[in-house]
């Protein structure tokens, strides 16, 4: 995203749907983690011990000392960086890597025992797999969870069978988001609260030709397809996938399959474009929403009015594009969590310096200035939305984010993707498996029951396997 939320590039909005390469890859990248490990750790600090402690009590740093940051957002301004190092005595190395690098240079390090760095990036889709393969430092000694979740609603994200693997670094959550000129024009009124009112409401448009195909779905087999089905299953009231990973989508009348029977029908009646059956999410958010060609996309991306849909250079629908509360089976339903967090490799140096980063960096107003409180200067360019609900409040009431109120509102009832035990270990395979076939079935090579065995077959071979 760039100067703010409302400024966000295609590269970094996109970077939450991008999966890393399978951990295998890890290796061959061996050589290169070297040259990146020794120019990451020529300026850390000496081994630091992890103390013990008592949440919300953190160990105090060693003034002098070094911690290396290897995130895929670019440096905050060094000015700001500069006034950490005041006030803890800590100087911070930040190395920039790409998201996909980024995930394949963590798994390699982490394989080889390898200092890599003392703080990195921590995927909600990942946290599974790192709690198995106790890749980063539980911070539960550190952080209390629990008293922080009112303003960080989306802090369990990153928690699996009650470690808490890392700390949101931004938020990031499905929306809903309805052009309501279009809307009225069709003579709709008021907001659809529920799926049959939205349902209603999309076929309105639909027969008074306001436009020809009103709803968005991104169809190519991409992440992007993925999570809108988890997203429409969660509006019809349930989850993919339980707490032990057993999928809870194979009947007709479980909510995941009643999703996907929702996606394809709409497909096929038309209320989707049929060109989108090729379209990835930020390709249909920039060339059909942003455009005016349809009215609305029951699974957003927070930000995207004021990153997309407001930039009068590439939207001509400024003004026009509202979120609204996600409808549900008999009301608002859950917006999913899909955020990037922060957390400690189990080889950092300096677990001292890290933690008192995390605590500085997750604070309120620094959450608030990396989205623009203070004006471009101190932003942090690609970064989305604040992680606590108090830093959006604060760009609420200073007008610096489109929708942030909304927003705000929305955060406050965002929820993990997998609840409890974070994405399994085999994410990655799992999302493949699901858009492989919920595109299949909307091209018509499949129907809906094929797509959903399918899925599952795929997910007791990945049980079985671990």
Not at 351 to 356: E, Y
């Given at each position: 995203?760039?100067?703010?939320?409302?400024?966000?590039?295609?590269?970094?909005?996109?970077?939450?749907?991008?999966?890393?390469?399978?951990?295998?890859?890890?290796?061959?990248?061996?050589?290169?983690?070297?040259?990146?490990?020794?120019?990451?750790?020529?300026?850390?600090?000496?081994?630091?011990?992890?103390?013990?402690?008592?949440p919300g009590v953190l160990p105090s740093p060693t003034p002098?000392?070094?911690?290396?940051?290897?995130?895929?957002?670019?440096?905050?301004?060094?000015?700001?960086?500069?006034?950490?190092?005041?006030?803890?005595?800590?100087?911070?190395?930040?190395?920039?890597?790409?998201?996909?690098?980024?995930?394949?240079?963590?798994?390699?390090?982490?394989?080889?025992?390898?200092?890599?760095?003392?703080?990195?990036?921590?995927?909600?889709?990942?946290?599974?797999?790192?709690?198995?393969?106790?890749?980063?430092?539980?911070?539960?000694?550190?952080?209390?969870?629990?008293?922080?979740?009112?303003?960080?609603?989306?802090?369990?994200?990153?928690?699996?069978?009650?470690?808490?693997?890392?700390?949101?670094?931004?938020?990031?959550?499905?929306?809903?988001?309805?052009?309501?000129?279009?809307?009225?024009?069709?003579?709709?009124?008021?907001?659809?609260?529920?799926?049959?009112?939205?349902?209603?409401?999309?076929?309105?448009?639909?027969?008074?030709?306001?436009?020809?195909?009103?709803?968005?779905?991104?169809?190519?087999?991409?992440?992007g397809l993925s999570t809108y089905w988890y997203q429409l299953?969660?509006?019809?009231?349930?989850?993919?996938?339980?707490?032990?990973?057993?999928?809870?989508?194979?009947?007709?009348?479980?909510?995941?399959?009643?999703?996907?029977?929702?996606?394809?029908?709409?497909?096929?009646?038309?209320?989707?474009?049929?060109?989108?059956?090729?379209?990835?999410?930020?390709?249909?958010?920039?060339?059909?929403?942003?455009?005016?060609?349809?009215?609305?996309?029951?699974?957003?991306?927070?930000?995207?009015?004021?990153?997309?849909?407001?930039?009068?250079?590439?939207?001509?629908?400024?003004?026009?594009?509202?979120?609204?509360?996600?409808?549900?089976?008999?009301?608002?339903?859950?917006?999913?969590?899909?955020?990037?967090?922060?957390?400690?490799?189990?080889?950092?140096?300096?677990?001292?310096?890290?933690?008192?980063?995390?605590?500085?960096?997750?604070?309120?107003?620094?959450?608030?200035?990396?989205?623009?409180?203070?004006?471009?200067?101190?932003?942090?360019?690609?970064?989305?939305?604040?992680?606590?609900?108090?830093?959006?409040?604060?760009?609420?009431?200073?007008?610096?984010?489109?929708?942030?109120?909304?927003?705000?509102?929305?955060?406050?009832?965002?929820?993990?993707?997998?609840?409890?035990?974070?994405?399994?270990?085999?994410?990655?395979?799992?999302?493949?498996?699901?858009?492989?076939?919920?595109?299949?079935?909307?091209?018509?090579?499949?129907?809906?029951?094929?797509?959903?065995?399918?899925?599952?077959?795929?997910?007791?071979?990945?049980?079985?396997?671990?």
């Amino acid at each position: 995203m760039t100067t703010k939320e409302a400024d966000m590039t295609p590269t970094s909005l996109h970077s939450k749907g991008r999966r890393a390469a399978p951990v295998l890859l890890a290796l061959v990248v061996l050589a290169a983690l070297a040259l990146v490990v020794a120019a990451c750790g020529s300026s850390s600090s000496s081994p630091s011990a992890t103390a013990s402690g008592s949440p919300g009590v953190l160990p105090s740093p060693t003034p002098g000392s070094s911690i290396t940051v290897v995130y895929h957002y670019p440096a905050p301004p060094k000015s700001v960086l500069d006034q950490f190092t005041a006030q803890t005595g800590v100087k911070v190395n930040w190395v920039e890597i790409g998201w996909d690098n980024l995930q394949t240079k963590i798994a390699a390090a982490a394989m080889s025992n390898t200092y890599f760095a003392d703080l990195t990036d921590v995927d909600w889709s990942k946290v599974g797999q790192y709690y198995k393969t106790k890749w980063f430092t539980p911070l539960n000694p550190y952080f209390d969870a629990a008293a922080l979740k009112a303003d960080m609603p989306q802090i369990d994200t990153f928690a699996s069978n009650g470690q808490q693997l890392a700390l949101p670094f931004d938020s990031s959550f499905t929306v809903t988001t309805l052009n309501t000129k279009i809307a009225k024009a069709a003579g709709v009124t008021g907001t659809p609260a529920t799926l049959t009112d939205y349902t209603n409401a999309l076929n309105k448009i639909m027969a008074k030709g306001t436009v020809p195909n009103p709803l968005d779905i991104p169809f190519a087999a991409a992440e992007g397809l993925s999570t809108y089905w988890y997203q429409l299953t969660a509006a019809y009231g349930g989850q993919v996938l339980d707490a032990s990973y057993t999928p809870q989508f194979i009947s007709p009348g479980s909510a995941g399959y009643k999703a996907l029977e929702w996606m394809v029908n709409a497909y096929k009646s038309g209320l989707v474009p049929k060109a989108n059956i090729g379209m990835a999410d930020y390709q249909a958010f920039t060339s059909d929403m942003a455009q005016g060609r349809v009215a609305s996309v029951f699974s957003d991306y927070a930000g995207t009015v004021g990153s997309i849909y407001d930039v009068p250079s590439s939207s001509k629908v400024v003004g026009q594009v509202q979120y609204i509360p996600t409808p549900g089976v008999s009301g608002p339903a859950p917006n999913l969590a899909n955020p990037d967090g922060i957390g400690i490799p189990a080889t950092a140096k300096n677990v001292a310096g890290a933690l008192a980063f995390i605590k500085w960096f997750t604070d309120t107003q620094q959450q608030a200035i990396w989205a623009g409180l203070n004006g471009a200067s101190d932003v942090i360019s690609g970064f989305p939305l604040p992680a606590r609900v108090s830093s959006l409040q604060l760009l609420a009431q200073g007008n610096k984010v489109s929708g942030a109120s909304e927003l705000m509102t929305l955060l406050k009832t965002s929820r993990a993707e997998f609840p409890g035990p974070g994405a399994p270990p085999w994410y990655s395979q799992f999302s493949n498996a699901v858009y492989t076939n919920v595109h299949q079935a909307a091209a018509g090579a499949e129907t809906v029951q094929q797509a959903v065995s399918n899925i599952a077959t795929e997910v007791d071979q990945l049980k079985a396997s671990q």
